[in-house]
């Protein structure tokens, strides 16, 4: 039998894609994703080169990564175990959309920075009482 075709719809809060896009916005998905994009890395390897994550963070969005297809897992039985992580073809689907929104960021920061202090300037508790009366 064979399952009927169902949209999915980004909006509807009972959606299934909206777990997935919690996930992939996760800023440790995206930087564990923008890693992988040149190869496979090892845990460690991973852990070094993503600043401030921690062992269980990075843990965590490995094997939710792992179960949606994204990454892959390959054990290597070496003396000690090593364990190596790559994007899965599903994966490499994503590289080019991550590494827009990763320059993005990269480029687009100063006008960011700029833009939160002109908003907090303007929300200074006295600069809201001016505009008030």
């Not at 509807?12 to 992939?24: E, G």
């Not at 995206?30 to 390897?45: D, I, K, S, Y």
């Not at 175990?81 to 590289?95: C, K």
Request: some cysteine; aromatic content about 8%.
């Amino acid at each position: 039998m064979t399952k009927p075709f169902m949209p999915y719809d980004i909006y509807d809060n009972r959606c299934p894609t909206r777990d997935m896009l919690a996930r992939l916005a996760d800023k440790w998905a995206l930087l564990v994703l923008a890693r992988l994009e040149n190869g496979p890395m090892r845990f460690n390897g991973l852990k070094r080169d993503i600043r401030l994550i921690t062992q269980k963070v990075l843990t965590q969005t490995l094997r939710k990564l792992e179960r949606d297809g994204i990454i892959a897992r390959e054990v290597f039985y070496t003396v000690p175990v090593a364990v190596e992580y790559s994007l899965t073809p599903l994966g490499r689907t994503l590289t080019e959309t991550v590494s827009v929104l990763a320059h993005w960021v990269e480029n687009n920061m100063d006008a960011v920075v700029a833009a939160q202090h002109a908003y907090d300037a303007a929300n200074q508790p006295d600069q809201v009482a001016a505009r008030a009366s």
